[in-house]
């Protein structure tokens, strides 16, 4: 047993490490060493094991003396594997082919992981970790960013190259050949706030791509990672060599291509209305422009249409003819010629604007972060001098300019300056160095976090901290041997995540009566199943999913806009404004509340019931209870649960004078369709369809 000398002499030589160590010292962490390919552990129970997963779990388990968990059942397997890989519950085809313990798992497995909400299911993990809102007139099913990462992990797009084209996108070759280009992903690291650019986008590039908190290093040397306020600097400078532009959401280059070279020319043309000797020669223009808008409120004095707006019409020419007395003073006072060559140049240059923005007005337009197009502009960055005091609103004297390069701690003191090479921002070599297979992070942060999804806890809990001041992981072995073969596999996600869930340890039960010490004690070391709580996405496409009837003809609709935010607020949802690596699965008296009272579940409820009647071979109650607990809890109602439900839909209070005819011609009578609507709002607020064992 460990003693609390021990433990506390564990405490003061990391402290050690963190405050006053070496950058040598700082090094030897176990997130900075290179992964190496550990030798799999011999355990007794061989029987147990299906592969070389659960040889390092049971390992483990066995050195503190414990077994592992029994077997989930099949049934709860089927449950728990759909809710895992698609967000949803087991389909009716599903759970009549796979509820046999001798079929074949595997084949279930990957038929969940072949369906398009498998990417619906995983990108939303994804997209916790970017701060992804949709962009401006945009919604989940149309935002390009989101239907890009959905795509990718449905396509098994490599992690490598989804990484490298989020961070250099525009700076990679086509991955669909050489007339295509890469801005899908581009948008992951575009800035929260202009303001704050450079700091989120650093946050966001520590913290989702780098498992470090960089932006702690923003104003001072980090006081608990061996990360220098240098360090900071070096890797804003290669933000600060990018800016932010407009860029159409095009694949095609040619296309694309014509695009930058107009904008181009648009910023040029602008830039060259903002000065002399154009610039004073806009006001003729505007009040050559005025003078038209006069004209043309003149001739609607003259339309009979326009006769009950005489009075507006009179008081706006007034209001005109005002201004124009005052532009007119002003341009004589500049002795500015109305017939001068400025003021023709000045509107072509001003239709050349309208017109490049006319020509791309239907193409959908966003943020994103491009190189630097003036090479100058491609530098250095220099942080603000420490130590120095300015009056508010001065900016503090700059120090020196830092090399753009890699945080030491990792890279070395010996480096290059990015895109010396290059002449780029070097941010393709950031992306490059961090997809190489022998950085001893990335593979082992996305490992991490894969493992929490599917087992409800981290190799180690910090998912977005792998510095010195995050928790050291729990199997270190087990982590650096799925890191390899992550790697090893092409950085296969599908592979990783199907290894995982065909794992004994994935596989166990939830259920096991022991003392509370040795249930927190086999938690910790995944010899026992934990119990899930649904995420918000989960509750609602549940219920989205099982409304609405493929037998009909009517189309899938998307559950209501402001439903969906009750549920994020009361279910957890992940706030869109941070970076959110493990969501909070709260409980409280709200919840059920919710289900019991909110007009959205009942509208839910009675849709669902209408389905039940209108559903082939459902032609009485006790098969509709029956189907209605294979879609809730992927299981068959026992004969007490049928008994029950029974006796509830014939005797469940009903005031049927205040009962309308429902507007759906196929609905049942109103007191049936009531008693139904009550019968399946107590089961949706059960903690058997809540809840995944």
Request: aromatic share 8%; net charge positive.
């Amino acid at each position: 047993m460990t003693t609390t000398k021990q433990i506390l002499g564990i405490g003061i030589v990391w402290l050690g490490i963190v405050v006053s160590g070496s950058a040598s010292e700082a090094k030897k962490h176990w997130a900075f060493q290179p992964v190496k390919r550990p030798a799999v552990p011999q355990v007794r129970n061989a029987n147990w094991v299906k592969g070389d997963i659960d040889r390092f779990v049971l390992a483990r388990l066995e050195q503190a003396k414990l077994q592992p968990a029994g077997q989930a059942t099949r049934l709860e397997l089927l449950r728990r594997i759909s809710f895992a890989l698609t967000g949803l519950p087991p389909m009716s085809k599903h759970l009549a082919k796979f509820s046999d313990s001798k079929t074949d798992l595997a084949q279930y497995v990957d038929t969940l992981m072949a369906l398009p909400q498998f990417g619906e299911r995983w990108g939303r993990h994804w997209l916790d970790h970017v701060r992804f809102r949709p962009f401006g007139g945009k919604n989940l099913n149309n935002d390009p960013y989101r239907q890009w990462v959905l795509r990718a992990f449905n396509e098994d797009m490599p992690y490598s190259l989804f990484l490298k084209m989020q961070i250099a996108g525009d700076l990679m070759p086509g991955t669909k050949g050489p007339d295509t280009v890469n801005l899908n992903g581009m948008v992951a690291v575009r800035p929260f706030s202009l303001k704050n650019r450079h700091r989120d986008q650093l946050d966001l590039l520590g913290r989702t791509f780098m498992g470090l908190s960089l932006v702690c290093a923003r104003c001072h040397d980090h006081k608990h990672e061996p990360l220098s306020r240098l360090d900071y600097y070096a890797l804003q400078g290669l933000f600060e060599s990018s800016r932010v532009v407009e860029l159409p959401f095009l694949e095609d280059k040619k296309k694309f291509d014509a695009y930058r070279k107009g904008l181009a020319e648009k910023e040029a043309n602008e830039k060259k209305l903002k000065t002399a000797p154009l610039k004073d020669y806009g006001r003729v223009v505007q009040l050559m422009d005025l003078r038209a808008r006069i004209e043309r409120e003149r001739t609607k004095l003259q339309d009979p249409k326009e006769a009950k707006n005489h009075d507006k019409i009179r008081k706006n020419i007034e209001k005109f003819e005002k201004d124009d007395a005052k532009r007119e003073a002003e341009i004589k006072k500049r002795k500015l010629a109305m017939d001068a060559p400025e003021v023709t140049e000045y509107r072509r240059i001003r239709d050349a604007i309208k017109a490049f923005d006319d020509a791309w007005k239907n193409v959908f337009l966003f943020d994103a972060f491009v190189d630097q197009a003036d090479a100058k502009m491609i530098a250095d960055a220099r942080p603000p001098k420490e130590g120095v005091v300015v009056k508010p609103g001065e900016q503090a004297p700059k120090d020196d300019p830092v090399p753009r390069q890699f945080p030491v701690v990792l890279a070395g003191n010996q480096q290059k300056s990015l895109g010396t090479l290059t002449h780029q921002s070097g941010r393709l070599e950031l992306a490059e160095w961090l997809t190489d297979g022998q950085h001893p992070i990335t593979a082992r942060l996305m490992v991490n976090r894969v493992w929490y999804h599917l087992l409800g806890e981290g190799l180690t809990p910090s998912l977005s901290n792998l510095g010195h001041s995050g928790q050291p992981p729990t199997h270190p072995l087990l982590l650096d041997y799925l890191s390899d073969e992550f790697v090893r596999n092409g950085w296969s996600m599908k592979r990783l995540i199907r290894s995982i869930v065909l794992s004994t340890t994935y596989q166990q039960s939830s259920e096991m009566k022991a003392h509370a010490d040795e249930l927190e004690r086999r938690l910790k070391l995944f010899g026992l199943a934990r119990v899930r709580r649904l995420e918000v996405e989960s509750i609602w496409r549940t219920l989205n999913s099982i409304e609405h009837n493929p037998e009909g003809n009517e189309k899938r609709r998307d559950p209501p806009f402001d439903m969906v935010r009750e549920l994020e607020g009361l279910f957890d949802g992940a706030d869109s404004s941070l970076i959110v690596p493990r969501r909070a699965a709260s409980i409280s008296s709200l919840q059920a509340l919710f289900f019991l009272n909110s007009p959205h579940i009942k509208n839910s409820a009675e849709k669902i019931a209408i389905r039940l009647h209108n559903t082939k071979n459902l032609e009485n109650n006790a098969a509709r209870i029956r189907q209605v607990y294979q879609w809730f809890y992927g299981r068959t109602a026992s004969a007490e649960e049928l008994a029950t439900a029974e006796v509830f839909l014939k005797e469940w209070p009903v005031d049927a004078g205040k009962l309308k005819p429902n507007r759906n011609k196929n609905a049942p009578e109103p007191v049936m369709l009531a008693r139904w609507q009550a019968y399946l709002q107590a089961l949706m607020a059960t903690n058997e369809f809540l809840f995944v064992l």
